[in-house]
């Protein structure tokens, strides 16, 4: 007895659950915000089942660090859900692919032929036009005195810049389906669908829900997407070295290259497209809407980045990537954006593939592995007054967004850290940077600035729940 009892696996703190769904019903709407309270009573290393399915939820930077840099070679594998499998043509993309030489090879292959601050910075020019075309739009609104609405704007503006950066394909005037497919899509690979927890029933819950329509339909309308894209991209002349990332998997779907052990298919490409359209464009749109509400929240905030790009500045019509480097309060104020609204919440959830300790619990092969980086962002142990929005929490500090600084995980770390961190990165501190050197910005009539919530709408990406209109004002250098 002695003997067995010493081997036993000593878990982590779980919430008490029902039969069959475990602790289903505790996840809520907004699934991190829920855990994040359960966090308070159960700790930062905690066990939820959902239907038969283990997860375990990690709140705290210092448990963080343990999976994602002490274990991340156990737990780099991804879970099998699903609405991935159904929006990854089988997991043949980056983000939902288990661990495998697939992945690794390409992975590898994106990093070095999209993601590299080379071909980033080859793109400039792209980047350079959408902002100012962006600018010349919120001008017209300024001097005709009517509201942008910029979470949309951001949306469009990253839309056009992906597309034509990384498929050599224009959208102009016809972005606002794409808008709706992508948040739809984000919101879709967000909800726990019943089919994962429980195979014999779910599928009719899930029927029963509408889930399952709704995700098939979405599936659909991204397949025509990218078939359309696709085509514009075989009837293009190319002129020779102009081959951008789409060509470039056309090309190797023709040579039959060998990645990993799969042979590159038409569903491969289209599957990596995918994680481009849906990982490229949101992330960094919720990102530059999220800090300008803050901004707007926090004018203390608003007007020192304000004078801090103008006072550096001058009168520059355009400010430039290589500008940007300067700007130090702007880039405390994205990074204190993305401590108060990481883009992914739970990060993208992880496989367990080999036993491993935390804390001294034991994390089982098969387990579903989240990051609360929501929670953490928010964990007094880590950030003093974590409530509040303060930039320059970060003046003196080392901590950055790179994946070292368990505190501050909004790329993820490890194996799975997000591959585009300087393309996101570069796009948010472009963007921002350009709209608040060129106008002031007020409010709707009549609002406050207590007015401007920070709701969130669930998905696996969080963005602002209601969107942000605000009024531009030129702002002309003196
Ligand atoms: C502000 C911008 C961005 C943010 C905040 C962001 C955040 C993230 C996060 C949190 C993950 C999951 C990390 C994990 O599970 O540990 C991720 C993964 C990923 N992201 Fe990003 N991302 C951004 C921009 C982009 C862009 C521009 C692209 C592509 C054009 C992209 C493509 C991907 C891919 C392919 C993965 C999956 C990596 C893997 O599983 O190996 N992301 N990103």
Not at 117 to 123: E, F, G
Not at 184 to 207: P, R, V
Not at 380 to 389: A, C, I, R, T, V
Request: proline content about 5%; overall charge neutral; hydrophobic content about 35%.
């Amino acid at each position: 007895f002695k003997r067995s009892k010493t081997r036993q696996h000593h878990k982590p703190p779980s919430p008490p659950g029902f039969p069959i769904i475990g602790n289903l019903h505790q996840l809520g709407e907004l699934h991190h915000q829920s855990l994040w309270k359960l966090s308070k009573k159960y700790g930062p290393v905690m066990l939820l089942k959902l239907g038969k399915v283990p997860m375990v939820i990690l709140s705290s930077s210092e448990t963080a660090r343990q999976a994602l840099k002490d274990h991340d070679l156990s737990c780099c594998s991804r879970p099998s859900l699903v609405g991935h499998r159904a929006l990854s043509y089988n997991h043949r993309d980056i983000a939902f692919s288990p661990y495998n030489d697939y992945w690794k090879e390409v992975r590898k292959l994106a990093v070095q032929e999209l993601f590299s601050t080379k071909h980033v910075n080859s793109i400039q020019p792209i980047k350079d036009e959408e902002v100012k075309k962006l600018i010349d739009l919120i001008s017209e609104s300024a001097s005709q005195k009517t509201s942008v609405n910029l979470s949309k704007e951001f949306l469009t503006l990253n839309v056009s810049v992906v597309c034509r950066a990384a498929f050599g394909v224009s959208f102009d005037g016809s972005n606002e389906k794409i808008n709706k497919l992508i948040r739809e899509a984000f919101e879709m690979l967000g909800s726990f669908s019943a089919s994962d927890y429980n195979s014999y029933i779910g599928w009719i819950i899930d029927w029963f829900t509408g889930l399952q329509g709704r995700r098939e339909r979405i599936v659909r309308d991204l397949d025509g997407f990218y078939e359309q894209m696709i085509d514009l991209h075989n009837n293009q002349e190319k002129e020779q070295g102009s081959e951008d990332f789409l060509d470039m998997l056309l090309r190797l779907e023709k040579e039959e290259a060998i990645l990993g052990k799969d042979k590159l298919t038409r569903n491969h490409t289209k599957a990596i497209l995918m994680n481009i359209l849906l990982g490229g464009i949101d992330s960094s749109a919720i990102t530059m809407t999220w800090a300008m509400a803050e901004l707007m929240r926090n004018p203390r905030a608003m007007k020192k980045v304000q004078s801090e790009i103008r006072n550096q500045m001058g009168n520059k019509s355009m400010i430039s990537l290589d500008d940007v480097d300067q700007l130090h309060y702007l880039k405390m104020v994205i990074k204190e954006t993305w401590r108060l609204h990481p883009t992914a919440p739970l990060l993208v959830p992880r496989e367990v593939m080999s036993e491993f300790e935390i804390n001294g619990y034991t994390i089982q092969p098969k387990t579903r592995l989240h990051v609360n980086i929501w929670a953490i962002g928010r964990d007094p142990d880590s950030w003093k007054d974590p409530e509040e929005f303060l930039p320059e929490r970060f003046m003196d500090s080392n901590i950055d967004t790179k994946g070292l600084n368990f505190e501050l995980l909004p790329f993820g770390s490890g194996r799975r850290s997000c591959p585009a961190m300087y393309m996101g990165t570069t796009m948010v501190e472009f963007g921002l940077a350009n709209l608040l050197n060129h106008f002031d910005w007020n409010l709707p009539e009549g609002m406050v600035v207590e007015d401007i919530d920070t709701e969130e709408s669930p998905g696996l990406t969080i963005s602002k729940k209601n969107e942000l209109i605000l009024f531009p004002v030129k702002y002309f250098h003196h």
